[in-house]
Nanobody, 123 residues
């Protein structure tokens, strides 16, 4: 069966960095669009960063552009989110999404989801 597992979250001071990992089993990540979403307490889940199945298209929401980077490691079948210059506003549960259909350009509503990893940024 397909499983998606996130890791790498934690507590960090403002200005610090974290690297989140998303490892999938049961599929090849290079064949699927993938993305990172986050949900802060009392707020709706929002998209953060995404990458097309072939890596040609990468998107970041405006408030993380220039600070976050998304990439994949084919050998490890893993998606990464490198988070630099973290701000308290980045505090949230971060979720990895993998498109169910292969070779799509974007992550849609039909996705596999991990259980999330908590990121907390202190002032």
């Amino acid at each position: 069966q397909v499983q998606v597992v996130e890791s790498g979250g934690g507590l960090v001071q403002a200005g610090g960095s974290l690297r989140l990992s998303c490892t999938a089993s049961g599929l090849t990540v290079d064949d699927h669009a993938m993305g990172w979403f986050r949900q802060a307490l009392g707020k709706e889940r929002e998209g953060v960063s995404s990458i097309s199945w072939n890596g040609e298209f990468i998107h970041h929401r405006g408030d993380v552009k220039g600070r976050f980077n998304i990439s994949r490691d084919s050998a490890k079948n893993t998606l990464y989110l490198q988070m630099n210059n973290l701000k308290p506003e980045d505090t949230a549960m971060y979720y990895c999404a993998v498109a169910r259909d292969p070779r799509t350009l974007v992550v849609g509503s039909s996705s596999y989801w991990g259980q999330g990893t908590q990121v907390t940024v202190s002032s």
